[in-house]
DNA sequence: GAGTGGTCTAGACCACACT
DNA sequence: GTGTGGTCTAGACCACTCC
C-alpha cells in the first residue's frame, strides 16, 4: 500500500485548487493526526484529566498504523498537551489536578532548604472595560468588558509577589473574588473547570523597575526599590490569548529562574 | 532476535553486582545508542560543524537497527547537540558558524523592527585567583586560577548589558583582551575553536537590582536605576559547569524575553 | 490475564542535496 | 543517479497497571 494520504487526509487549504503555483506544502501524516487530535482536544471531546482512546483504536479510527498515531500523541506529550503514563493511558493534560501549585511561577526563594510556604490574597476583582492597551494584547475591541483581578503572593507571610491579571470578560462571566478565593489549588485549574479555558502556553517579558508608592506599600518595601516586572500574555488552543498578567516580584530574597538550551 | 540488548550495552554502573536490590535500571536501547554518540562528541572523534556518519553506518556499526539509531539521534538534535539537514546528513552543533549572533542572550529592542545593531566592547581581560564563592560555583578550588572578563554590549551605539564573565583558568590557557577582540562571530564560537570548550545548556537566575555607582557609568544610567541582574552559569558535556556570566541589563529600552509551556 | 504504553526491528518509499 | 535524512507500515516482544 502507498502511503498517500489515506482517509486521514486533513480538509484544509487547497483542496479546491488542482495545481497551486505558491504553496501546496502538504504536511505529514502524522502532523496530520495530531491536527486531528487537538480538534479533540479543542472541542472538549476528551476533557482534561480523562484518558484519550489508546493508540490501536485510534490508529483503526483514523485508518493509520498505531506507528503514525504514536509519532502524533509524542509530539503533542511534549507541547504538555498529553501525558503518557505506561500501562494505563494517555491523558488530557491538566492544571486543576497537578501538585506543582504554581507550575508556572519561576520563582524560587534563596535559601532552597525550604520548599513550600507559599500563600496568595486576593484584593480585588472587578469588570470593567478594557483599555486601548489591555485589548489590544487580548486581541478584543477597546471598551470590551474584561475582568481585572489583582492579588498578592506571600511566602511565609512575607509578600512577594503582586499580580494584577485581566481576562477577557466573554469567557469568564460570573468570576468572583470569592470563586477565587474558594478555589483550592490553582488558578488555572478554576479557569479550566468552570470556565473551560486551558492554558497552553505563555510568553513572558522581564524588565526591572522601580517600586512606586501604591506598590511599595503592598510589597512593603521602600519606594523606588528595585522590582522585577514580569508581562505574561497567556494562549489557549490556536495560539488565541487569554489571559494578560503584570506582575512585580520583590527579588531580595528570591530570584526568577530559566534554563537556556 | 530477541530485543535484549545486544553488542552496545554501555559498560556502566553495576556491570559487576549479580543483583542489586535497589537499582539495576537498565536503560533501553537507544539511550545506550545516545551515550556512545555522546562519548564521540565528547572525545573529539566528530568536531563542532562535522558531519556524523550516516544512520545506516552508525546502525552497521553499533549493530542495531536503523530506527534504534534514528531515536538516539533525535533525542541529542532535541539537546540541540547535534543539527539534522535532510538530504545531506547529521551534523555536530556549534556556536562557531551560527548566524544567530548572541543565540543565548534573551534580550529584545522594544521597537521590534530595529533588527541587528547589536556590538561589543572589551573592557578588561585578566588572570586571577578564583574567590571562594566563585570557585565553588565552577567547581574549583579557592585561588585556582581563573579568567575574568568584562565586556559591554552596545545597542545603536548605546550601552546596555555590562558582562563579568569568569572562566576556569587551566581550560583557556592564552586568552588574552586581543584574542577576544580579533574574533569575529559569537564569543561560545571562539571558545569551542579555540580552547575545545563547547557549550551545552546554562541556567539563569535574574534578580532587579539597583545601579552602584561604576556600573552606572559603564550604563549610563543614574546611580540607583533598576538594572536587572542575570547570572548564568554554563555547562558543558556531562554538566559540567565552565563558566560564570554576572549581567547587568538595562531595561529601559529592551526586555528580557522567555516562553513558558 | 488483559490492556496499555514503550522499545526494537525490517523494509518500503518520499523529499532533498549534490554532482 | 546516488546518498542522505524523513515518513509510514506491520509485527514482535517488554514493562507496567489493574483486575
Redesign the interface.
Known sequence: MSATLPAAVVPGADASASKDPAAPAFSPLYQQIKALITRGLQSGEWRPGEAIPSEAELALRFKVSQGTVRKAIDALAD??LLVRRQGKGTFVATHAEEKTQFR?L?LTPDDEGSGRGMSRRFIDCRRQRASTDIARVLDLKAGDAVVQIRRLLLFRDRPVVLDDIWLPGHLFKGLTAERLSENRGPMYGLFETEFGVRM???????????ADEATARWLDVPV??????VE?LSMTYGDKPVELRRGL?D??A????????
Open positions: 507541547e504538555n508556572f519561576r497552553i502556553r505563555a510568553e513572558e517579558k522581564l524588565r526591572a523597575v522601580a523606588g526599590a528595585p522590582l522585577l516586572s505574561r516580584y527579588t531580595s528570591h530570584y526568577y529562574r530559566n534554563e537556556l538550551s
